[in-house]
């Protein structure tokens, strides 16, 4: 942040997403924002107005007369607003041009033009939003599913804050009971019992949070997409599926082996499971400086997927390439799948059989789309499987909470660890009461400014 900005002056931001548009906002928030919009707005008198009206006029460069625009201008009073501060949103034409000389003269009457992420900041730091409410509001712009948008507005409700505030009120009330405890260090009895109240308590609330901890990959995947790599030998139809998969002829498909020179990445949706689909150069032994290239981008491609792909071909007998595929695939998240079962069938499936689990083989034709909807079915299950998918459960996706929620559990540890080794009631106290400070950190109720200011600006411009 720069010197001269100061903590709670008057900000300007265009909040629409630049270029032509039907209508623009440009938004003001701070003391001042009346008195600014006041200097360069002709229409009614919008300190008389009242709160939360929209009005009608026009906006005019106070030094020479010149109007920019035709517009409407929200007055929306403190504290019941976005930021709880006084705000002003002026909606423009939505031409570039007219909206940036709005903002330009909101700059040269007053106002400082908003750092990204500064609205729901200052939201933040009066009260309004905790800081998992704050990061919701990003995730919610960055949905890419119906079902990552219902999380992010189930946290934006709340939902993740209340849980953590609750587990902190739990600590609180053990550490409480500690320091009664400690003030009569006469009875040896009052010592074994704060010790085992507080061996309950960290067991309990390491439960919740390992629970809390469980639904991170799925939350993690819904953002980022589950990553998908598709990989077998060359011309086994991994093109093919993948644009089977994308409803659209994104690689190119030919009968030459080795066509896919290079990895091909696309997102698509599948029953609602974000696919991150990276289609592979078929993997196998050749002297071509290109395609060697590409197969060892395939290999890399097995490493960081979430979720394997391996395509044979049913119509030939399995080859060495095949089997080397498939012992370098075994640890990984994976699905066999048998492809051109539109021809007579040369495959022994009874080897498959001895290493991979029958419900992980599905044969598909990519010609004729036999099968694909058993394929979409199976990624679904096994995103969706053991996972409540009911509308209300919170998951934690963000890795900054995640990380803070290992951290946590990690103290809990250490209080058990203490415990058992019969460790004085007082160093015990310090590991529980770590655990409640790593979990303020996750709501905001202890923060550092170089977090915010970290955070936020990943937000856009505006908001
Ligand atoms: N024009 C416009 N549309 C917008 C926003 C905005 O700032 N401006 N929002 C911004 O991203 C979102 C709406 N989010 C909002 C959240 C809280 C409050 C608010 O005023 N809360 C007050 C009072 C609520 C009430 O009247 O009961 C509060 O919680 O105290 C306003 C907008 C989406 N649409
Ligand atoms: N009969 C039949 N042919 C298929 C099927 N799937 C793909 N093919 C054909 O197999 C050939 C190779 O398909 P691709 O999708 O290009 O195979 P690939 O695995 O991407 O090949 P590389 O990019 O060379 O590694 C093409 O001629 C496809 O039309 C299928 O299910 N049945
Ligand atoms: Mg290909």
Sequence with gaps: MANTTTEFDTIAAISTPPGE??????????????????????????????????????IVDPENGEVIDEVMVSVLRAPKTYTREEMVEINTHGGIVAT??????????????????????????????????????????????????????????????????NIRQEILDALAQVEVN??????????????KMLLEKATMVKKQIEQLLATASQGKVLR???????????NVGKSSLLNYLLHEDKAIVTDVAGTTRDVIEEYVNVRDVPLK????????????????????????????????LLILNNSEALTDEDRTLLAATQDKKRLVILNKTDLPVKLDEAELQQTVAPENIIAISALTATGVDQLEQRIA????GGIDNSQSTTLVSNARQIGLLNQAK?????????????????LVQIDMTRCWDLL????????????????????????
């Design 21 to 58: 548009g039907a209508i623009s906002i440009v938004r003001l928030s701070g003391e001042d924002a009346l008195p600014i919009a006041e200097k360069i707005f002709k229409g009614r008198d919008l300190q008389k107005v009242a709160s939360h009206t929209i009005n009608y006029g026009h």
């Design 381 to 384: 299950d096994l995103f969706w």
């Design 410 to 426: 990690q103290a809990l540890d250490d209080v058990l660890a203490g415990i058992k080794a019969e460790m004085p009631v007082d």
């Design 100 to 165: 940036n000389h709005v903002l330009q003269l909101l700059l040269s009457h007053g106002a400082r033009l908003a750092e990204p992420g500064e609205f729901t900041k200052r939201a933040f730091l009066n009260g309004r939003i905790d800081l998992t409410q704050a990061e919701s509001v990003m995730d919610l712009i960055r949905a890419k599913t119906d079902r990552a948008m219902q999380v992010a507005v189930n946290q934006l409700d709340g939902n993740l804050s209340r849980l953590i505030k």
């Design 182 to 195: 400690i003030d009569y260090p006469e009875y040896d009895a009052v010592e074994t019992m704060t010790t």
């Design 277 to 308: 689909l990276i289609d592979t150069a078929g993997i196998r032994e050749t002297d071509d400086k290109v395609e060697k290239i590409g197969v060892e981008r395939s290999k890399q491609a097995i490493t960081q997927a979430d979720l394997v």
């Design 440 to 463: 303020g950190e996750i709501t905001g109720d202890a923060y550092q400014d170089e977090l915010l200011n970290q955070l936020f600006s990943q937000f856009c411009l505006g908001k």
């Design 224 to 234: 980022e997409g589950l990553a998908t790599a598709i990989v077998g030998r060359p």
